[in-house]
């Protein structure tokens, strides 16, 4: 259900254990939205934690990539995947990118996941 390699922002990041063990458990979670890869096309797609206690979930669980605690936070974490894919690879293919870094990760034998902090830049007006 969830890749090694977590993209998290600061909320979850601090949260991370009691939110992935609601998750498993289908508790719903006001203002935590999950990242996804889309199985068929392999896009990225966000919904709130509460689509995942539906059924369909329940029976085809979805590839978690990231959380995050607002709409807001999320949009600024798949930019700066997106931005962070093309950097490395050249091209915006993030399942493609994220397989190669769970492969490095595969190696290591320290720790379950490997934490990508995102933190938001306050806007200049």
Do not use: W
Not at 12 to 17: A, G, V, Y
């Amino acid at each position: 259900m969830f890749c090694r390699e977590l993209y998290l922002d600061e909320y979850t990041s601090k949260h991370f254990r009691s939110i992935r063990k609601k998750l498993k458990n289908r508790t719903v979670q006001p203002g935590i939205y999950v990242i996804v890869l889309s199985r068929n096309t392999g896009n990225v797609e966000y919904m709130h934690n509460a689509f995942l206690c539906q059924k369909y979930y329940q029976d085809n669980p979805p590839f978690v990539i990231g959380l995050a605690h607002s709409r807001d936070s999320v949009l600024d974490m798949i930019q700066g995947m997106l931005t962070e894919t093309y950097q490395t690879r050249g091209d915006y293919n993030l399942r493609a990118y994220l397989k190669e870094k769970t492969e490095r990760l595969s190696h290591k034998k320290a720790g379950r996941y490997h934490i990508n902090l995102f933190r938001r830049e306050e806007k200049k007006c």
